[in-house]
């Protein structure tokens, strides 16, 4: 059983389109995280939730929001997307918001052309 | 200075040898300290964790912390070809957050 998933693997799309990318846990864990990995293998943080509610919120564009249904579900629309966002996004989750030991899904690749 | 450095290699150990990977922080706060490992193309997996002073091991690895030098490592003894990855130091610090490196590029040569 896949631990956390997302969807898509691959994202192609055009400079000005709207994309969601989506990410699932079956872990139990209460608390989930989007980060962003440039083309440096540089993982940085972006947003976590914490049985829903949102707990970090970093310098991210407001282009870029996230949605928690519940708390195995963790969404990312990004809206008017630039070249610039072309990265390998990942979601990750934890048992809760003071456990740092994070599993990561498989990530989304985002190309933007 | 970065919150998290780490010498980004490549790191080129024989195979059977000890690779030694190095990472320091800048928060003298931080209470957690992590070490992941990311193939080419796939995810961070995490291989380990410490969270006081001293050496933890687990298996071919061991962690060492150090905390006063503001120093954490990775030891991987009897390097395999199929530790050549991207280590990944980790670290938590007042910000409540997991900060990463840029990582180290080891390869284990035949």
Known sequence: ?113 | QKEVEQNSGPLSVPEGAIASLNCTYSDRGSQSFFWYRQYSGKSPELIMSIYSNGDKEDGRFTAQLNKASQYVSLLIRDSQPSDSATYLCAVTGTASKLTFGTGTRLQVTL
């Open chain 1, 1 to 113: 059983d896949t631990a956390v998933s997302q969807t898509p693997k691959y994202l192609v799309t055009q400079m000005g389109n709207d994309k969601s990318i989506k990410c699932e846990q079956n872990l139990g864990h209460d608390t989930m995280y989007w980060y962003k990995q440039d083309s440096k293998k540089f993982l940085k943080i972006m947003f976590s939730y914490n049985n829903k509610e949102l707990i970090i919120n970093e310098t991210v564009p407001n282009r870029f929001s996230p949605k928690s249904p519940d708390k195995a579900h963790l969404n990312l629309h990004i809206n008017s997307l630039e070249l610039g966002d072309s990265a390998v996004y990942f979601c990750a989750s934890s048992q809760d918001r003071q456990d740092y030991e994070q599993y990561f899904g498989p990530g989304t690749r985002l190309t933007v052309t």
